[in-house]
């Protein structure tokens, strides 16, 4: 069995463990389970025992194949990173696992840490990604994949090590966020939008100023 087999069945035993966990705990489940909290940790939205043990599974599941099959049949994924290939056959599975704590530990009268300390780990999972940017090679399936960084390699390798340094950045502030209270979720929303926007027209203006620079040499 290759390497890349034995990752997605591990990966997908871990997606539906969950269901597992579910269906022994199911009597005791009230009928809505919580699914989403404010910044102070209070439930503020709710979805069906059944949804929650047995429904987020089976799409974290259907996630987790889609993503093993695009990076695994990838024609660049050769020169990728590792470590961030890692995380994202990983980022399913963990994600099922942490959704079915966070549902049903206050049910069961388990104590969760508050949701500042969530922020604030995200922020380092931003960290460490922004660490990692850089290092990964032109690819179609981890990293900023737009026209313009998929045409060219130098507009990728240029995207991704700015993308890296603003990433770690906006790590962070993150999360410095979750110890700001209204003003955090305000920034959280901003940092959000820098991180996806900014590489993006970055890397639009570098295939703009080559474009200008190709016409001004072959027309001058």
């Given at each position: 069995m290759t390497k890349n087999k034995k990752q997605l069945i591990i990966t997908s035993i871990v997606c539906v463990?969950?269901?597992?966990?579910?269906?022994?705990?199911?009597?005791r489940l009230p009928e809505q389970l919580p699914t989403h909290f404010?910044?102070?940790?209070?439930?503020?939205?709710?979805?069906?025992?059944?949804?929650?043990?047995?429904?987020?599974?089976?799409?974290?599941l259907i996630i987790?194949?889609?993503?093993?099959?695009?990076?695994?049949?990838?024609?660049?994924s050769e020169g990728t990173n590792k470590i961030a290939v890692g995380i994202g056959k990983w980022t399913a599975p963990v994600t099922s696992i942490i959704i079915s704590i966070v549902s049903f530990?206050?049910?069961?009268?388990?104590?969760?840490?508050?949701?500042?300390?969530?922020i604030?780990?995200?922020?380092?999972?931003?960290?460490?990604?922004?660490?990692?940017?850089?290092?990964c090679r032109q690819n179609y399936t981890v990293g900023i994949k737009l026209p313009w960084t998929l045409n060219d390699?130098?507009?990728?390798?240029k995207t991704h090590r700015m993308a890296g340094v603003l990433w770690i950045i906006c790590g962070i502030l993150f999360s410095v966020s979750a110890f700001l209270g209204k003003v955090g979720e305000g920034l959280m929303i901003a940092l959000i939008i820098i991180m996806v926007c900014v590489p993006a027209a970055?890397?639009?203006?570098?295939?703009?100023?080559?474009?200008?620079?190709?016409?001004?040499?072959?027309?001058r």
């Open positions: 463990l969950p269901m597992i966990v579910g269906a022994i705990l199911y009597s404010d910044m102070k940790g209070n439930v503020d939205d709710y979805s069906s025992k059944a949804f929650v043990c047995f429904g987020l599974p089976i799409i974290m987790n194949l889609f993503v093993h099959i695009g990076i695994n049949n990838d024609p660049k530990a206050p049910s069961l009268g388990v104590v969760l840490p508050e949701t500042k300390t969530w604030f780990l995200v922020g380092i999972l931003i960290i460490v990604l922004g660490n990692y940017l850089p290092k390699v130098d507009n990728w390798n970055y890397s639009y203006a570098l295939y703009k100023k080559k474009n200008a620079l190709c016409y001004y040499i072959t027309y």
